[in-house]
């Protein structure tokens, strides 16, 4: 007799592959860029903003690094 239990959910979200993670980064870079614009036009917060702005535009920069480096790899 076979086990009768039921199929494992199905989840909806799509799994992340590198083009959808580059272009969330991009998109999260533009943001931080019109953010870090707006808080140069705006005035006192400006130089957090700018830092925060810098932060995830580097660390996006460093992340594409490694998945150009690594891109013989991953297949």
């Given at each position: 007799?076979?086990?009768?239990?039921?199929?494992?959910?199905h989840d909806d979200?799509?799994?992340?592959?590198?083009?959808?993670?580059?272009?969330?980064?991009?998109?999260?870079?533009?943001?931080?860029?019109d953010a870090a614009?707006?808080?140069?036009?705006?005035?006192?917060?400006?130089?957090?903003?700018?830092?925060?702005?810098?932060?995830?535009?580097?660390?996006?920069a460093v992340i594409?690094?490694?998945?150009?480096?690594?891109?013989?790899?991953?297949?």
């Amino acid at each position: 007799m076979t086990d009768q239990t039921p199929p494992p959910p199905h989840d909806d979200a799509p799994e992340e592959n590198e083009v959808l993670r580059a272009a969330r980064e991009q998109r999260q870079q533009k943001e931080a860029a019109d953010a870090a614009e707006a808080a140069a036009k705006g005035g006192k917060r400006g130089w957090k903003t700018a830092a925060a702005a810098g932060l995830g535009i580097g660390s996006a920069a460093v992340i594409a690094a490694l998945l150009y480096a690594n891109r013989d790899k991953i297949k």
